[in-house]
């Protein structure tokens, strides 16, 4: 059924309930006109459903019905005219007397409809229903935010960025779809036999030029369906690959009009054939020109670094600090280079340069090495949740300066608006470039979990995290990441979201290790 505005409970300007009608009420008949000869004005006070009284409710002091003596004839002139329409001052009741017949031969003035002023509160059964002022403030469905009757505010809906609204110039245009719930909507139908599915987005499960949302309209050039207008999720808007041993999910968020994260997963052996595995996770600096095309190079180049270098006998750590290095120098080569949208090259040193930051971790013969630069982040999540996680990580951030100055502790650091300003990252114009390796032997069974700000702001604290990671990410990487994006679209959302889960598992004892 369709809600009208009379259906909507709220007040008039004078504070006053305005009437509401039921859902579904039947609309009132109109009063039907009495036939009447030739189309002059009538009396005042006549009953309202006359042919020539205006659709409104009789002033305030006027009788309710016909006058107690019938008029002798219509009255005439211009007061005729207005004799239905409430009056410019105090209302002056019923005429003293009869009206009297107009001369002989007096032409008779035609009804002339005047200006409706709207009583000061509607009359029950008007045959029209009186005009309704809007309550203050948003109504419920108006879109954005909503006030429900309780007066309760919802405010954790995601917001539409500018812009990203299907086209139609509307009051109430619609956002565009999530492109997660869009594809998930419906089971993925079983590959062929023999079919690939390893490195596949999940854009994939509709069939090329099918909109993702009804699954039933064309796509036209402009990236809207054509069935339900819908914009559709662009190849980056989310991202999923699993390999045997490593897993990452990247999402655009609710909030960015695009995703300016990357990642880059692989697996090599190392020289006596033992597997390795390895997760890049870059996060693109949104305040720099083209972060999309400097996540993208970085994570691309750390990971053929170190695809070539572990299967050479490079040692994990040292092969991370080339990555790192070969990163930096595939982002730089950006500000030489034009932009995938035809814009001009950036100044090497100065202007506004691609830029990004950086995170990875190997995983090779009992031994875990994470590099990094920024403020993306290592976590390690052991399988028996009783044991303590650990950030293997250290921001290059403002607040996290603050904190090993011993100038704030690390509530009142990241509670300052500076606090996620970073002070390293991967670019021309980044200081002096010191890229941070660590190697860790852990003791027990777990997962190392790489990510971006964009999830490690909903579960900061190592312990934070060791809670939002499924009990079984060891042994499903994949659905563990998804559940973590999943986290931080809950969270709200704010920031793009990429996260990359490799399971980690100690060398049996007496296994020799490098």
């Known amino acids: 059924m369709t809600q009208h505005p009379g259906e909507l409970p709220g007040t008039d300007s004078g504070g006053r309930d305005l009437p509401t ?22 009396p005042a ?16 002091g006027s009788p309710a019905g016909p006058p107690a003596g019938p008029p002798t004839a219509p009255p005439v002139g211009p007061s005729a005219a207005s004799a239905g329409a409430p009056p410019a001052g105090p209302p002056a009741g019923p005429p003293a007397g009869p009206p009297t017949a107009p001369p002989a031969g007096a032409p008779v003035a035609p009804p002339v409809a005047p200006p409706v002023t709207p009583p000061a509160g509607p009359a029950v059964g008007s045959p029209v229903a009186p005009p309704v002022v809007p309550p203050a403030g948003p109504v419920a469905g108006a879109g954005g935010g909503s006030v429900r009757d309780d007066g309760a505010v919802r405010t954790d809906g ?28 419906e089971p993925p139908a079983e590959p062929p036999a023999g079919t690939e599915t390893a490195g596949t987005e999940t854009g994939g499960e509709v069939p090329e030029g099918v909109c993702v949302a009804c699954r039933a309209g064309r796509v036209d050039g402009d990236g809207y369906c054509e069935n339900c207008g819908h914009a559709q999720p662009r190849e980056r808007d989310h991202m999923e690959r699993e390999l045997g041993t490593v897993a990452a999910v990247s999402d655009r968020g609710l909030r960015h009009h695009r995703n300016e994260d990357s990642f880059a997963i692989t697996e090599c052996a190392l020289p006596d054939g033992r597997p390795a595995t390895v997760a890049i996770v870059c996060d693109g600096v949104s305040s720099a020109h083209r972060p999309d095309e400097a996540s993208a190079a970085a994570a691309r180049a750390a990971g053929r670094v170190l695809g070539e270098a572990l299967p050479r006998g490079t040692h994990p750590q040292q092969a991370m600090h080339e990555a790192i290095v070969a990163a930096a120098e595939a982002v730089t080569a950006l500000a030489r280079e034009p932009g995938a949208d035809g814009t001009g090259p950036d100044a090497p040193h100065g202007g506004n340069s691609p830029a990004c930051t950086i995170v990875g971790s190997v995983v090779a013969d009992g031994l875990l090495v994470v590099g990094w630069v920024g403020d993306s982040r290592a976590y390690w999540v052991p ?24 100038l704030m502790n690390e509530e009142q650091a990241y509670a300052d608006e500076r606090a996620h300003a970073i002070t390293g990252w991967l670019g021309a114009d980044a200081y002096e470039l010191e890229p941070h390796t660590a190697a860790f032997k852990p003791d027990r069974p777990g997962v190392v979990v790489v ?29 563990a990441a998804r559940v973590l994006v999943g986290h931080a679209l809950d969270g709200g959302g704010h920031d793009n979201i990429t996260v990359a889960l490799t399971p980690f598992a100690p060398p049996h004892p007496g296994a020799g290790s490098s």
């Open 45 to 60: 006070g006549s009953p309202a459903g006359s042919p020539a009284a205006p659709p409104v409710a009789p002033p305030g």
């Open 21 to 42: 009608v039921p859902v579904g009420a039947p609309p009132a008949e109109p009063p039907v006109a009495p036939p009447v000869a030739p189309p002059v004005a009538p």
């Open 451 to 479: 990510c971006t700000d964009g999830l490690w702001n909903y579960a900061e604290a190592a312990d934070a995290m060791a809670r939002a990671v499924p009990a079984d990410a060891a042994a499903r990487p994949l659905h």
């Open 383 to 406: 399988d028996d949740r009783s044991a303590p996680a650990a950030r293997l990580t250290e921001d290059d951030s403002w607040a996290a300066q603050m904190v090993k100055a011993g």
């Open 158 to 185: 995601p917001v539409p960025p500018s812009g990203e609204t299907v086209r139609g110039g509307g009051d109430f245009e619609l956002a565009a779809p999530d492109p997660r719930a869009a594809v998930r909507a």
